[in-house]
């Protein structure tokens, strides 16, 4: 298929039976010998199909060569949760029309990062094509191995398929703040340390300054392969009817101010002068820049223009749940359901980039340039204001007093009096502000002074494991400005007089209290969430114990403090907490209760993910099996993952095979007996049989009522002992230690003890090292593992646990485990390994794939 049939084929309907042709710079795109750095075209023409277009033919339709090295997944990044629904139905739709929607049938999966479970387990995947699609906030964490709204399990993970083997596109750049300059580290890093497969980024604007990409990581040079891919004259030839559309525009009578900040001096009459700016069968857009606003003009419209022959009103922002604004912004945006009186949408900015609308009129308050720029995009995208009778465009600006720079911080947010100033001053001497016009401005908006992550601070993210607060190291400040960053909240119904929520357990092939899935999560400002907490929930008795954080390491509900909230969270919201409309979304009130949870398929429902070891119900399976299944597991995904020659297949199969002798220790051995007590004693188990958290215990001969705890046992711990005490003169034997023991994501760089767990008793005469369920001197049964290895049988030694070197049973000295790791992290060479971060991680994930598909076959699905 050539990419003319490609796009004609994309965008085949009833209405247009031939579909439409590429434009020039999309043809150029699909076709250039390698992927630009940016791409600047103005906004209405067509850059997400662009790049989704341009990547699934150079993946899927061009020469062999080609489709060999286009990454196998396309990271689509926005700014605003608004749009990520929008971008997601368009590559759905493409996908369907070229018949490859399905992932299970060879075809390109579409999965959305937005936090909750719905993600498509895409990351069980990763020999198949995909386009992930995202904010900001959910695909940078993920790159930065510190996810928003996931488990800190899965971590490792997403980082690994999101830093190989990927086309990262970032849109709409000129909104993204801090996000740009970290995206732009993150290419530089991905560079400097290697990745399995091509990893490139592409950033989209039609305002974007190619020089605010260059970054102390990521230069530019002069004989450095940086190029733009733009708008040529044989593409202004064919867009003429866009470039010249017209947009007049001028000051509305209206100033926002000191004297204006109340809802009545301010939402009543814009509320009048949007009435009567909007025409009968057209579409107005008023965009504001604070949510408080949008919603105090939405309560002022639809008050004012109550009635059967009114015109439609709609409030747009993101501070919806995902299942309330959906519903509400398809029906808004389909211009073909424009009543005879017309429709009417306040937004924010989260309106101004991407989203496929023209609007007749539009308002909108003062902004930065760049911004404004992209306002104007939607008023008459199309053109074809003005044309058979049609209503003729209008745009009206509202001005921000910034006299008093100092007073005016409070009613400039989200933006500086000073960029407001720039922005004046260039729109003051326009009276249109058409494609055509704009070309001709240019407003230089200085560059702010942005926190800018360094190669050691990605290095210091690759560990997991939080400190000894149970903190973590916080990159909120490298993915938006800091008065942007969110938390997730969702509201679920429970008895309230029983103080906490219920524990979420399994019931048959029900889960009773579910993990939140995307659908209910509504996104809210950290600092107005502290606040809720602080002044509203804690002052009343009823609704003191309405706000919880899920307890990982404890498998247990905790109260949520304003101390504990921090970017990305996801917090629990009893109904009665308030806060939520669906007509208004997030809006802090107690009173706007109690809140109607979000119906949830239950097909979809997951237990939140917990430090101790949940089994699923299914048949009883022992730990030779299970070896056996992972490893061929692992030995199936090398037959299907091609692409990538370097890979050590070899260790990593063998380390699919040795990943699970831990569980012949009599901890575990006492948890499956203690599980299902059917099971034979003759037998070493991986899994019981039987659903539910295994509680850790080695049974006690003299007292059987009183077995020996071992809270947080961790098994993957005692394999990768076990295998470096027999393995460590071997050139790889670090490296299949450390797959071994990453393959839950709970044991990585550092060993030590968690506050949950306690050592030996001092009467034992053992030496005090424990860590993880394991005491130093543990014995370990010996166990044929099945690929023709024998795991003797042993004592495991912790030693390696301390800092510095440890002289091991043969007597020579060995580096310990967290110097043994940092140097397959750093890339340094040791024994003919090297990997780094990425690979690294890229590593751990095949046989954790390799866990999940063999646990899969053993009947644990």
Partial sequence: MTIEELYRLAYKTKASPDGFAPYPYQLRLAQRESWPQVLSVPTGVGKTAAAVLSWLYRRRFADESTRQATPRRLVYCLPMRTLVEQTAEAARTWLTQLKCPDPEESGVGVHLLMGGTDDGKWYEHPERDAILIGTQDMLLSRALNRGYGMSRYAWPVQYALLNNDCLW????????????????QMQGFRRSLETFGDCRTLWMSATLDDESLVTIDHPKSDDDDWTTEKLEADDEQQI??????????EQAELTLGPDSKKAKDYAQPLAEIVAEAHCEGTLTLVVMNRVLRAQELFTALTKSLDGDASADVTLIHSRFRPADRQQAQSAALDEETIPPAGRIIVATQAIEAGVDLSATTMLTELAPWSSLVQRFGRCNRRGTCGEKGTAAARVLWIDIETDNARQAVEWSLPYKPDDLDRAREAISALDDVGPQTLATVSVEEPRPIVHVIRRKDLLDLFDTTPDLSGNDLDVSRYIRDSQDTDVQVYWRDWDIKEKHPPKPQRSGDAVNFAAPQREELCSVPVKQFREFLNKKLSKSEKTKHAAWIWDTLESAWQRCSSNDVHPGQTILLHTIAGGYTRELGWTGSVKDQPVEPIPLPSDEAELPES????QTEGKPLSVQQHLADVGNAAADLQASLKGHGDIPWEAIVRAAWWHDVGKAHPAFQGAMRAANDTLSDDELWAKSGAAGYLEYQIPNSEDSEHPQRRPGYRHELASALAWLQQHDDEPDADFIAYLIAAHHGKVRLSIRSMPNEEGPPATSGTDSLFARGIWQGDEVPAIEIGN??????????LRLMQLGEYTAADGQPRPSWLSRMLALRDAKQRDGQRFGPFKLAYLETLVRVADWRGSKAGGDA
């Fill in 169 to 184: 596109v970032l849109d709409e750049t000129q909104l993204m703040g801090v996000g740009l300059t970290t995206s732009a």
């Fill in 611 to 614: 430090m101790p070891y949940e």
């Fill in 240 to 249: 003429s009817h866009l470039l010249t559309a017209a947009k007049p525009c």
């Fill in 788 to 797: 023709g290895d024998v795991s003797k049988s042993q004592a495991l030694d």
